[in-house]
């Protein structure tokens, strides 16, 4: 298997679209990393440029050590899965599967038979070898093209939102059984997506683009609990953001004065009071500590908000709540247990420790 290496990568289209701008990256052998990001901001062609379909306008591709900047795609061994998966209608799923291999040129007749009788064990549609694209669904459809572009044995599997055009719930069972088929073979996968949820719960590391960079690059609960930046904050879960300027700076604390509330939060060395800042507090990171079922106590607590709740859900295993304080900002908490004595119109107390704010920059 092989490492995919990014050195200074850039690609202007027209002299107006600077659509990547110097990145680098390096994606470790076996590792699945996510390209995650708002729509425009240079997934696809950060991908495209690995598979060898956009030529860089400055920077370095290196797949398995080997400098690939220049070659076409085909000398590259990637397999890649877009989107609409375009399998080729007139042929069988065993024709399509082989497509790759008999281009190749270089198997016997049997060493193909055998690899797509084992792709097709391995995307569990073992079955199937005699039927067309069209006697299958979208999510048989979609492992197919999966085994299509694995049978050539690629060194790196690359995916443009391959689960876009699926319904929630398949897309949430294929999401699994990608990754189940990822660490079986072990093979080095670069994901596209601009679903949040997608890349924080598929990836070994994501990397969070914002207008042809890298914001942040890391594993998902390090960048979701950790964002480096307002953007990230905002792009990856729900966040609640303050915005405001730093006042008083005290023991690595900072009192940040926001027009509504003051918030103080664990500060870092570069911080500096007049910085303007915002506040990240993920909403699991709220307590009560007044209401019916915590009993909890207002002693000591930091960063109090007193308010009124507006609107709750279940998410499963935990409740949301929608929070208006007194002076009319919106919350938004995520509470594990159930939802008793916490019901619209109910006046509460919550309170986050400082060290639970994360101070960012904007
Ligand atoms: P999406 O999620 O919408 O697919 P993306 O993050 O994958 O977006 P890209 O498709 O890489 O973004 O596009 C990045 C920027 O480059 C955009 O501003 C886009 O309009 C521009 N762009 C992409 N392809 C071309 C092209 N062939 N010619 C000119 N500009 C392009």
């Given at each position: 298997m092989s490492e995919i290496t990014l050195e200074g990568v850039s690609k202007r289209y027209d002299r107006d679209v600077l659509a990547v701008d110097d990145i680098d990256l390096e994606i470790g052998s076996g590792e699945f990393v996510t390209l995650v990001g708002p729509s425009g901001c240079g997934k696809t062609t950060t991908l495209r440029t690995i598979a060898g379909f956009e030529k860089p306008t400055a920077g370095t591709v290196r797949i398995g050590g080997e400098d690939v900047t220049g070659a076409p795609p085909y000398e590259r061994n990637t397999g890649m899965v877009f989107q609409d998966f375009a399998l080729f209608p007139h042929m069988t799923v065993r024709e399509n599967v082989a497509y790759g291999m008999e281009a190749d040129g270089g198997y016997s007749n049997a060493e193909i038979d055998d690899r797509v009788a084992e792709m097709l064990e391995l995307v569990e549609l073992p079955d199937t070898a005699d039927r067309y694209p069209d006697q299958l669904s979208g999510g048989q459809q979609q492992r197919i093209a999966l085994a299509r572009a694995l049978a050539p044995k690629p060194d790196a599997l690359l995916l443009d939102e391959p689960l876009a055009s699926l319904d929630k719930k398949l897309r949430e069972q294929m999401q699994v059984e990608l990754r189940r088929i990822q660490q079986e073979i072990g093979i080095t996968t670069v994901f596209v997506t601009h679903n949040q949820e997608e890349a924080l719960t598929m990836s070994d590391r994501l990397a969070v683009m914002n207008e042809g960079r890298f914001d942040q690059v890391g594993p998902p609960g390090d960048v979701y609990d950790e964002p480096d930046s307002r953007f990230v904050a905002d792009f990856l879960g729900t966040a609640n953001i303050f915005d405001g300027s730093v006042t008083t700076l005290e023991d690595g604390r900072a009192t940040v004065d926001c027009a509504d509330a003051e918030v103080t939060a664990t500060a870092d060395t570069t911080t500096a009071v007049d910085d303007d800042v915002a506040v990240v507090v993920r909403p699991e990171r709220f307590r009560f500590v007044s209401g019916a079922t915590d009993g909890g106590t207002r002693a000591g607590a930091e960063n109090v908000f007193e308010g009124e709740i507006t609107f709750t859900?279940?998410?499963?295993?935990?409740?949301?709540?929608?929070?208006?304080?007194?002076?009319?900002?919106?919350?938004?908490?995520?509470?594990?247990?159930?939802?008793?004595?916490?019901?619209?119109?109910?006046?509460?107390?919550?309170?986050?420790?400082?060290?639970?704010?994360?101070?960012?920059?904007?």
């Open positions: 859900r279940h998410l499963g295993s935990s409740v949301e709540f929608r929070l208006e304080t007194v002076a009319g900002r919106e919350l938004v908490v995520v509470h594990r247990s159930g939802l008793e004595g916490y019901d619209p119109g109910e006046q509460v107390t919550i309170a986050v420790e400082a060290d639970d704010c994360r101070l960012v920059s904007r």
